[in-house]
């Protein structure tokens, strides 16, 4: 998979050059439903700003990070799937490398739920 942004997907599906299911988008980041959902819930969440990795982040990152998990959980309460008690909730994965099982080297978390068995972790 290539790390390079002129050949990124995520970058692709960010400018609409590769369609997807969008559920949230703003100047920072899209939001989309994953191709191969591991839960009857299951959106990736992008910045429009290629990042390969969790790993490649420094503190100036840091605002970025933030605004990103937020916007996780406002995603989630849109969708309907947020933590409002009992067994409700979601997973938030971010896959980080090889060793992480990281697929697509565009940062982005996977926002998980729905009833079990899931496929995987996202
Ligand atoms: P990773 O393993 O890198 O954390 O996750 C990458 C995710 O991107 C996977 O869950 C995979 O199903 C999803 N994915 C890969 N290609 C596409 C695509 O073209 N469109 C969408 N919507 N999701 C994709
Ligand atoms: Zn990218």
């Known amino acids: 998979m ?3 942004r002129s050949t990124c997907l995520f970058c692709k599906i960010a400018d ?3 369609p997807s299911t969008r559920v949230y988008e703003d100047d920072e980041f899209v939001a989309f439903r994953d191709i191969r959902p591991a839960a ?3 959106v990736l969440v992008i ?3 290629h990042i ?3 790993a490649d982040c420094a503190e100036s990152d840091a605002p970025l990070l933030g605004r990103m998990l937020v916007l996780v ?3 989630a309460k849109d969708l309907g799937v947020s933590y409002t008690g009992g067994d409700t909730g979601y997973r938030t994965v971010v ?3 090889p060793g992480g099982g990281q697929e ?3 940062l982005h978390a996977h926002l998980l739920a729905g009833p079990r068995p899931w496929q995987r972790m996202g």
């Open 2 to 4: 290539s790390h390079d």
């Open 16 to 18: 609409g050059e590769i």
């Open 40 to 42: 009857e819930t299951h």
């Open 47 to 49: 910045p429009r700003q």
């Open 52 to 54: 390969a990795t969790l």
């Open 73 to 75: 959980g406002r995603i």
């Open 95 to 97: 896959n980080t490398g």
């Open 104 to 106: 697509v080297y565009h």
